[in-house]
């Protein structure tokens, strides 16, 4: 199943026959879908499948070996653009900027590479655009402090307000709460989900939990192999196995874990 029909229109993103290899050994083979403008597609498959492969195949990191991708009707660029933002398990953001330095960055690299300093009105705006987005994530009182100053949430608010201030259309998410506890996992989730809704892009989001795959998603995604060999393991590549559609997140699921939220009169 591809959600795009034979002769229709291209979807927003149009994924055709992708193959990667490396060496000679294949990691994705014949992998095609459509995905509409606005989905949450996440994605679930065994370690080492390719997931994280073919989130760098459409951020442009990386070209694929056979097969094309194709955004918006074009074929993907060739390297990655401000349409397209990243977030990984492990916070990814400037260990030597603060929260603010972090959240100008994408303004200053647009301005010129990240050595040029944007000065006067131009940098106002930056600041201002920078500071309404820490407010957004939650971070406004530690504009001050280094990434190392901050818990795991925070970073991973912090890289997510990062990656989100060039407004990309398609936001790839490659496990952003596999190394959170429950509760702040259920937060992230939360702020994910409400900055999806208000922004209307794209994402793309690896997870290892089929849960939260299944709470957050438009569609699911499964990768896995189709032919196995278990005299060459590595002989054939991962596609995906299943694609199912869904209701959206749930709500229910994103409700904070704490009873911070329960009327006093509930407990009796
Ligand atoms: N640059 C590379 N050169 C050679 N092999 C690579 C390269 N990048 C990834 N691989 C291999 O490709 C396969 C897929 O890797 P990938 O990181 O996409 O898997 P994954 O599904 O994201 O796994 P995980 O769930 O553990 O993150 C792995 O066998 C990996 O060793
Ligand atoms: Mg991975």
């Given at each position: ?43 679930v ?20 070996t ?41 303004f ?14 131009r ?26 100053q ?23 998410l490659d ?40 709470d ?41 874990a ?7 009169k509930?407990?009796?």
């Open positions: 199943m591809t959600g795009t029909a034979a002769g229709a229109a291209p979807a927003f993103v149009e994924v055709k026959r992708l193959a990667v290899t490396y060496g000679d050994a294949p990691i994705l083979e014949g992998v095609s879908v459509g995905v509409a403008e606005g989905a949450l597609v996440t994605i498959g065994a370690s080492g499948c390719g997931k994280s492969t073919f989130l760098r195949i459409l951020l442009g990191q990386e070209r694929p056979g097969g094309t991708v194709a955004i918006d009707g074009a074929p993907i660029a060739p390297e990655p653009d401000p349409n397209r933002g990243i977030v990984f398990q492990k916070s990814s953001v400037f260990p030597h900027l603060t929260v603010r330095g972090n959240l100008m960055l994408p200053e690299i647009a301005g010129g590479g990240p050595l040029a300093r944007l000065f006067g009105a940098r106002r705006a930056a600041r201002q655009k920078a500071d309404a987005m820490m407010e957004r994530i939650g971070l406004a009182h530690a504009a001050d402090r280094y990434p190392a901050l818990s795991g949430g925070m970073q991973q608010r912090l890289a997510l307000g990062q990656a989100l201030l060039p407004r990309p259309k398609i936001l790839l496990e952003p709460f596999g190394a959170l506890d429950p509760g702040t996992r259920r937060e992230m989730q939360a702020l994910l989900v409400e900055l999806w809704r208000e922004t209307g892009m794209t994402v793309f989001m690896v997870t290892h939990d089929i849960q939260e795959a299944f957050l998603g438009t569609r699911i995604l499964v990768f896995d192999k189709i032919r196995h060999d278990p005299q060459h393991p590595h002989a054939y590549g991962a596609t995906i196995t299943y694609d199912i559609p869904l209701k959206g997140p749930v709500a229910e699921a994103l409700r904070p704490t009873p911070a939220n329960l009327n006093v509930d407990a009796f």
